[in-house]
């Protein structure tokens, strides 16, 4: 009885705990885990950089196609055939601590990101300087033309946001102290009350762009007092939550309970457009697929995508078997090489095995436990391919034991794994030689080389058109369709729609009491 009483007690307390840190204008979002760091330039967990967006911006962001949008930039100039860019700053920009945002600023906030930040070497391995000319704008010199730059600028994920000179020009790989979080965002960071919440409160000398929202470019309004994410592991408490009142929104939900929170009146559903891609890894080093990209296609000339998603999936609302490797909420989207996907015809893939040289070889095919989505997909495709006459042996690990042995090109011929949202081709696993498959064809460096240096928008996607047609003919990798996650949030929330961006945001976003 004595215990009973002294846990009522304690969630009593945990409650009012939160309570007391509501104010009138509160939105609380149950988040599956306490976040690492907000230092966005050294962290890529998504729960920091949904939380880290409201705080820091960066140079670019991008709009609801996903393509690169300016927000610290005014406006830019590039010269000398795309070898130097000028960014030119917005006047009247603040920092949270009161002080003004200068080039000064953006230089330490590049530099330091370009030696120790998640993404930034793939950039800065492509720079030759980085000048501050005047207090306003910034001068990148490249040591070829480099057309990702922007893109690498906008995406915050493990990226390039601005801290004030002070705060960042002594910073190395170890992230910032919490008490130095200070950006331009239209939120500011107050508290960070580990296993409780992370608390931010509105920053009321915000300067904001004036164009209408588009995706995360444009107006930014902090309708909000302030914001509480709160780590809520469980996702049945989360759901809960949201129901009864206790959240405001609730992020990543199972996808079996889709169908029935639809029905829901106390939810509303916001889709994320971040496509997961599902894809299977061949290996180009060793084994039975090396320089055999006959046989590659014959195995995916056998596979129907559509059931192995539904399968690991569930509602067709969250999934899309679609070939296209960037998916169609993006200006990427193509369908280049496309009648190869999914063709689900076992008798044409016994003929064109044969025709490879295919006699009945075993092929090792791992997959992850740790991820069921990966599990109960394989086991799908492997059924197929048994089928269709392919001797697959379904290889089962955790994830850490598949990645300890997919670096060993002796070991396996196929790996399936996913990739997240990438805002630039250039950015998959598969473009680059060394990732485990090591796709390093002469037609692929020679296409890769075209890409980066192609500045012109419509004729750097026509070279994407042809890098995705030669990825169906020598099928590095074998994409098995798109899933996306979602978020439920009370009717009470408003602001938001049932399409959510990669991670969803709260400005512009109120709560009705």
Not at 154 to 170: H, L, Q, S
Not at 181 to 195: D, H, M, Q, S
Not at 245 to 256: I, K, L, S
């Amino acid at each position: 009885m004595r215990k009973g009483v002294l846990l009522l007690l304690a969630c009593v307390i945990c409650v009012l705990g939160v309570s007391e840190a509501l104010a009138a204008g509160t939105i609380r979002v149950a988040v599956i885990d306490e976040p690492p760091t907000l230092d966005q330039q050294v962290a890529t967990a998504d729960v920091a950089t949904m939380i880290a967006q409201h705080v820091f911006e960066g140079l670019y962001t991008f709009d609801s196609k996903y393509d690169p949008a300016p927000m610290l930039v005014d406006k830019e100039e590039i010269r000398d055939g795309g070898k130097v860019v000028s960014l030119t700053l917005r006047k009247g920009v603040k920092f949270h601590d009161g002080s003004d945002l200068d080039a000064g600023d953006v230089l330490a906030s590049l530099n330091r990101w370009g030696e120790w930040g998640a993404r930034g070497s793939v950039l800065f391995s492509n720079i030759e300087k980085i000048e501050a000319v005047n207090d306003l704008e910034i001068v990148i010199t490249f040591k070829a033309p480099f057309a990702p730059w922007k893109n690498l600028l906008a995406f915050i994920n493990g990226g390039p946001v601005i801290y004030p000179k002070e705060v960042i020009e002594t910073a190395d790989k170890t992230p910032i102290d919490p008490s130095k979080y200070i950006g331009t965002g239209p939120y500011k960071f107050a508290e960070r009350n580990v296993g409780r919440y992370t608390k931010l409160v509105r920053f009321p000398d915000y300067a904001s762009r004036t164009e209408e929202p588009n995706g995360y470019f444009g107006k930014r309004e902090a309708l909000l007092d302030e914001i509480l994410f709160i780590p809520v592991p469980d996702v049945g408490t989360r759901v809960n939550g949201v129901k009864a009142g206790d959240y405001d929104y609730a992020e990543q939900m199972p996808g079996d309970l889709f169908d029935s929170l639809q029905k829901d009146a106390d939810v509303k559903i916001a889709v994320s457009q971040g496509a997961n891609a599902g894809l299977m890894f061949f290996n180009s080093k060793a084994g039975i697929f090396k320089d055999n990209y006959a046989l590659r296609r014959a195995l995916e000339t056998a596979m129907n995508m559509k059931p192995a998603l539904q399968a690991a999936i569930g509602s067709s609302a969250l999934w899309k078997a679609d070939g296209s490797l960037m998916s169609d909420t993006t200006s990427w989207y193509s369908k280049a090489g496309t009648e190869n996907y999914s063709r689900n015809d076992p008798a044409e893939a016994k003929k064109l095995a044969a025709e490879a040289g295919y006699k009945g070889e075993k092929i090792v095919f791992m997959a992850s436990t740790s991820y069921k989505t990966h599990f109960d997909i394989t086991t799908v495709l492997v059924e197929q391919l048994k089928s269709a006459g392919f001797n697959v042996d379904h290889q089962i690990f955790d994830w850490a034991t598949l990645a300890s042995k997919r670096s060993d090109p002796t070991q396996w011929d196929i790996f399936f794994t996913h990739h997240g949202f990438v805002p630039d081709p250039i950015l998959f696993s598969f473009m680059s030689d060394t990732y485990p498959g090591w796709w390093a064809s002469d037609a692929k460096t020679e296409l890769r080389a075209k890409f980066v240096a192609t500045m012109d928008p419509a004729a750097r996607k026509a070279v994407w058109d042809a890098i995705q047609a030669l990825v169906y003919e020598e099928v590095p990798v074998a994409k098995v369709g798109d899933w996306f996650n979602y978020d439920i949030y009370s009717p009470k929330v408003t602001g938001l729609s049932d399409s959510s961006l990669i991670w969803p945001k709260f400005w512009g976003v109120g709560v009705a009491r």
